[in-house]
């Protein structure tokens, strides 16, 4: 019904157009005739042409309006086609090699659901635009119902004898007005109407794109690709993954940041702009190292100067990621780019901000850097830190970048061998690293236990350690099995959290910064006091003596307890951001987790309404009951610390009282 009403109104509108053209002639002729006579003929006739062509223009408007509903009337009945094949497959044949090929392909075909959202933004501000012009005419057109009256309001200034001479024409001019009124507002009238069906039109189209997304990101985590004898017999071939390779591709590549360095001036912003952050580097460098020697001064050190030694040491690492993001964005949105150079840019941002990442965390473990001279973190480790990131920035990121270029090329397949092969050193180099970080005994870890912790923590650690070692390598094995559309998401979520690991093992290094600076302070204003009292009290100060407390009744809580609390605080605060984040990371991947409704571990009785029912357990029960298990537990540890800080912070409870509600509250978790 949209489509057949989408195409008489088109028909409607082309049988239109020459009328309109008509309109805007007879507007254009009058303001010709009237050229040199009288400013109010002038006017007149100006603000016919200036609406005549509006009307024209509207026109125009509708027809490609008409035109983009009828596209995404299409979209829509494509998408929720394919969404009930896809169903309808899946439930006879379950998963198989080609239906994992075809829903792959599926999703990347799909609506981008940013670009119909900015689509529907800007329609509703061309909406609200015409609305208000819409207002305004019916306004004028209320005032030119007594075309008389009107002539007379705006004569009113002008001689009789000139009111004679003007009349006729002027009221030429507002009949034709009149009429240009009519015309326009039934364009807008017929525009606003469209424009609700084409939002209309756009909701279904988003509906059927979340539910299809939706049902693709249960399934496809668990879709296998086809292998590759059974694509070369689809005619699939390798051609686009080694493009990598062609010379012709890179030189497009060139000839497209030749055009943007010519014609773009944000381009030539961002070279100078880099430019200006390699000439600054140099001293930034310096500027890390130059608060050291009064990091130990109580009176002079401040935690302002680790903010300063954290902007530095990011500011030193900024120009070459920020060099290389601006040329893939360049890449991306010249309009000269091809496929091959949209395809480089692409991976050079994502590339980016992995080299972003390992460059800033070399640079905060250099020697005399913000790690060893204000985190205090062992030498050792640092030593060790710095050669696994130098490892990877000659391993792993030549590999991802490779990796990320012939993804872009080909998204389906993956690059064939030469992204499968780069995929493979990625991975190797990731695990070779978690091998050399994470040990328990030799690890960076190592060093910051105690013999305590590390007998209570012996059971746990070794199998999280063989966990993390295999995880990378797990990846690689499901790319050889043509699962890469799993592989390529699974690292993509592992390494966000590695790095949102690393963001906050940096930011609980700043915190307990702060709170060593503002307890150091505190511990030498106390004994700056104590001395100022006993200096006071030698000199037989009689004021001093008769101020000082004749009886304590109970000590107030003194430094350590108070610094002790803080840190807890500040742990279970990183405690929290850290679960949050992880939640963020890993929500796209939470839904495939559906897939374990099925598998049924038991079954158990439960009465419902009075009738006994069979239930099963499930794989998805147990997992979550696991959760609950765990969130308990962290609940249970951290829960009455905080609370001790609350009422200590609050209230005027006694120590002894603060640790009987801390307890009760425990037992009740």
Known sequence: LLALESSETSSGLQGTVSEELIQSNRAESSLQDVEGKHPLLVRAAQRNSVLSNEIVSMSGRLKQLTLQTEQVNNQARQVEGDYKRAREIIDIGGLSKGMGYMLLQQ?????????????????????????????????????????????????IDVSEQQQVLLYDELKELLKMRVELLGRALEYQNLYLTNIAKLEAAQQILLDDIDDYTGYLSVHLLWARSASRGELEELGVLPEKAWRILS????????????????????FVFLVVMITGLLWYRKRAIETISSYNGMLCDPKKDHFIF???????????VLPIPLAIAATGWQLKDSPESTIFSVAVGSALLLFAIQFFYIRAMHMICMSGGLAAAHFRWPKQSLVLLRREFKRLSWIYLPAALVSFVTFYLDQLNAGWEVGQ????????????????LLHPVRGVFAGRRNKTQAKKGWRLQWPLYVLLVVFPLALGLLSLMDYLYTAGNLLSLMLQTCWLLVALIVLTGLAHRWLLVMRRRL??????????????????????????????????????????TSLKLLNTSILVVGV??????????????????????????????????????????????????????????????????????????????????????????
């Open 107 to 155: 999703h990347y075909a799909l609506p981008d659901r940013n670009s119909l959202r900015r689509q529907a933004n800007n329609q509703k501000a061309l909406a609200s635009e015409v609305g208000v012009k819409r207002l305004l005419h019916r306004q004028e057109q209320k005032k030119l119902r007594d075309i008389d009256a009107y002539i007379d309001q705006i004569l």
């Open 247 to 266: 010379p012709d591709g890179w030189f497009e590549v060139l000839k497209v940041l030749g055009y943007q360095v010519k014609h773009s001036p944000v």
């Open 306 to 316: 680790t903010v300063k030694a954290l902007l530095s040491t990011l500011v030193s």
């Open 421 to 436: 092969s780069a995929f493979l050193i990625m991975v190797g180099s990731l695990s070779f690293a978690f091998y050399k």
């Open 523 to 564: 511990v030498y204003e106390e004994a700056k006091q104590a001395a100022e009292q006993a200096a006071g009290q030698e000199d037989g100060t009689d004021a001093l003596r008769e101020n000082l407390p004749k009886e304590v009744d109970e000590p107030e809580v003194d430094l350590v307890t108070l610094s002790d």
């Open 580 to 669: 949050f984040g992880l939640w963020m990371i890993w929500d796209e991947v939470l839904p495939a987790l559906r897939i374990f409704e099925n598998v049924s571990l038991w079954h158990h009785t439960l009465t419902v309404d009075g009738v006994e029912q069979r239930l099963p357990i499930t794989l998805i029960n147990v997992g979550a009951a696991m959760i609950y298990g765990a969130a308990t537990f962290v609940l249970a540890k951290q829960l009455p610390s905080v609370l001790e800080i609350i009422l200590l912070q609050g209230t005027g409870m006694t120590s002894s009282s603060r640790y009987t509600v801390t307890t009760l509250v425990s037992y009740v978790i």
